[in-house]
């Protein structure tokens, strides 16, 4: 058990730091207005979620879910971050872009989980 939680922390230091530097490289990237560093992680973080979630199970690898998908993809994605980022915008009194952004979020999140999935099992197939 101990090593379960150990191997958890470990992913989430390392998912932590994937998305504090793909949040800094995106907004360098991206046009202002919205928190597009949170809104790609999440997206691909579900991507890799979904495609994880199939691959583990079709290959018997259920034993890399704590590290991989607990740790490293849960500290990838970033819905506390969301959050945060959603209800500044509200406070801003930037309902356009705070409702753009939780739509962005919240469909192309679970869109990308689906894709994940559906290229995993095509790939498996």
Request: proline content about 2%.
């Amino acid at each position: 058990m101990f090593m379960t939680f150990l191997h958890v922390a470990i992913g989430g230091a390392i998912g932590a730091s994937l998305r504090y530097g793909a949040g800094l490289w995106v907004a360098r990237m991206a046009l202002p207005g919205l928190p597009w560093g949170v809104i790609s992680v999440n997206i691909i973080g579900s991507f890799l979620m979904g495609a994880f979630a199939v691959w583990s199970l079709a290959r018997g690898q259920g034993a890399l879910n704590p590290f991989v998908m607990t740790g490293v993809l849960g500290g990838f994605t970033t819905f506390s971050a969301f959050s945060l980022e959603a209800v500044t915008l509200i406070e801003r009194g930037d309902m356009a872009a705070a409702l753009l952004y939780i739509a962005l979020s919240v469909g192309l999140s679970i869109g990308a989980l689906g894709l994940g999935f559906w290229v995993m099992r095509g790939m498996l197939a």
